[in-house]
């Protein structure tokens, strides 16, 4: 029972199944270094703090486009617009490096 509500913690917290069987190898290991425990988490940190910015982005970007929505009965439509631009340039951007 230990054991799963470590695992679900460690869950909670986000860590990657890889990562939890890690910390809880070294959970079970009473000859483990500190420090190893430490490096996980601050890599997991350094992961949650790269999403947080992409989240940002994303996020900014998304309310930029819905300030220049009309959201009228008009066909136009600037969000459908800038995805179809992205994509567009990402498809430009696939062919070139083919």
């Known amino acids: 029972m230990h054991r799963l509500t470590f695992l679900r913690r460690s869950r ?26 430490r490096e996980i988490a601050a890599a997991h940190v350094t992961a949650i703090e790269e999403k947080v910015r992409e989240l940002q982005s994303m996020r900014s970007t998304l309310q930029k486009l819905i300030h220049a929505c009309h959201g009228d009965d008009r066909p136009h439509c600037r969000i459908l617009d800038d995805i179809a631009g992205a994509a567009l340039a990402g498809d430009k951007i696939a062919s070139a490096a083919a």
Request: proline fraction near 0%; charged fraction near 25%.
């Open 12 to 37: 909670n917290l986000g860590f990657s199944i890889d990562d939890c069987r890690q910390l809880m190898a070294l959970y079970q290991d009473r000859s483990r270094a500190s420090h190893d425990v």
